[in-house]
Every structure is written in structure tokens, then in C-alpha cells.
T-cell receptor, first 112, second 112 residues
Framework: DTAVSQTPKYLVTQMGNDKSIKCEQN?????MYWYKQDSKKFLKIMFS???????INETVPNRFSPKSPDKAHLNLHINSLELGDSAVYFC???????????FGPGTRLTVT | GENVEQHPSTLSVQEGDSAVIKCTYS??????FPWYKQELGKGPQLIID?????GEKKDQRIAVTLNKTAKHFSLHITETQPEDSAVYFC???????????FGTGTRLQVFP
């Protein structure tokens, strides 16, 4: 009965590679988000989508590209991975703007 | 820019004591303030939230207070238990956007 799920849970890869993280929510929510949590636990929004439309795009390098095939899914594709991309990435969803946000379990990305 | 300050960064209490975590935000247009609990290896879990039209909200052992004039809000946990040990994050929604700005987190340890 997982509400917001992410795959994979762990991802270890080398610099320069391209990787994707998948997110799915079964809450019927219209809005989904990607957050990055760095090694100091600082949590920062990267993107938000509402009904497959990009709403928030923080100052994230264009190597990061979110894709929403439908409103239950929001995937994150990262090109040319760098050491500084190592972090935990969280997907979240909500009913809409200003509503409660529910987080997934996270994907720990390690770039070597 | 928008900012949320959170104190203290670490807090140790004896089981049964109360714990208080304080946050200050900068955007006077903020009107939604959630609190999240993050256990090791898991995603942030929403534990309580408050909107700007109320000054206090309570849910069993957890309460949140909001002072809009001073731009302060606080989390109060009474009768703490070892399972309350986690990292707690405050957040503030920015204006009319869907963007949450998170505090830097408080590591709470409850000793039996």
C-alpha cells in the first residue's frame, strides 16, 4: 500500500554516466515534486509538476530533466553525472498547491 | 532570498520530558507551515502542519504554534518517547507558490 514509491533505492554509478530515477504515486494527486537532500541533510526542491505540466524549476543544471508521462508518474533523468550529484533524491506528491506533501522513501545516488 | 532558520540543530532530552524546536521564516507572504519527521534511511513524514489563519494546532503529544507578526513557529513534543528520536524539519510555503523552503533540521535524541 505504498503511497509514493521510488526506484531504485540505491544507485551507484561512475562520473559521466546517464541514469534515471522513477517515481510513482497511487494517491490520485495532481502535483508531484523532486527534492534533493545533500550530505548535510539540507532538503531543497528541484522541480514540481502539476498534471504533467512543469510548474517549478529551481536553478538546477539542465543535465537534470524531469519527465511526467502521466500524473501518477514523475521520473528524473540525469545526464553526464558529476561527483556533486551524489545525494538522496526524494519524490513527493500533493493534491495541489499549498496542500500537504507526501514523500517517497528516497533514492541514494552515489557518483564515483 | 527566502529563508527558514531552525534551532537547535541537536536536542537531547530524557524520556518523558518536553522538546521544543523553533523556526523563523523570512517571507511575510508565507501562509502554510508543515513539520516533518525523518527517521534514518527513510523519507520525511508529515507529522503536523498549520496555516496562517490559526495560532496553534494540537495532535495528541504534538503541537505547533505560529506567531505571524514575529514570523516564528515552533514544534512542541510532550512526554517524549525513544521512538520520537529522529531529525525534524520545519518548512514554510513561499507566497502563492507551491514551493516549500525547509529549515536545516533538528536531530532529536530521547534517552530512556
Amino acid at each position: 500500500d505504498t503511497a509514493v514509491s521510488q526506484t531504485p533505492k540505491y544507485l551507484v554509478t561512475q562520473m559521466g554516466n546517464d541514469k534515471s530515477i522513477k517515481c510513482e504515486q497511487n494517491l490520485g494527486h495532481d502535483t508531484m515534486y523532486w527534492y534533493k537532500q545533500d550530505s548535510k541533510k539540507f532538503l531543497k526542491i528541484m522541480f514540481s509538476y502539476n498534471n504533467k505540466e512543469l510548474i517549478i524549476n529551481e536553478t538546477v543544471p539542465n543535465r537534470f530533466s524531469p519527465k511526467s508521462p502521466d500524473k501518477a508518474h514523475l521520473n528524473l533523468h540525469i545526464n553526464s553525472l558529476e561527483l556533486g550529484d551524489s545525494a538522496v533524491y526524494f519524490c513527493a506528491s500533493s493534491k495541489g498547491q499549498g496542500m500537504k506533501q507526501y514523500f517517497g522513501p528516497g533514492t541514494r545516488l552515489t557518483v564515483t | 532570498g527566502e529563508n527558514v532558520e531552525q534551532h537547535p540543530s541537536t536536542l537531547s532530552v530524557q524520556e518523558g520530558d518536553s522538546a521544543v524546536i523553533k523556526c523563523t521564516y523570512s517571507d511575510s507572504a508565507s501562509n502554510y507551515f508543515p513539520w516533518y519527521k525523518q527517521e534514518l534511511g527513510k523519507g520525511p513524514q508529515l507529522i503536523i502542519d498549520i496555516r496562517s489563519n490559526v495560532g496553534e494546532k494540537k495532535d495528541q503529544r504534538i503541537a505547533v504554534t505560529l506567531n505571524k507578526t514575529a514570523k516564528h513557529f515552533s514544534l512542541h513534543i510532550t512526554e517524549t518517547q525513544p521512538e520520537d528520536s529522529a531529525v525534524y524539519f520545519c518548512a514554510a510555503q513561499i507566497g502563492d507558490t507551491d514551493k516549500l523552503i525547509f529549515g536545516t533540521g533538528t536531530r532529536l535524541q530521547v534517552f530512556p
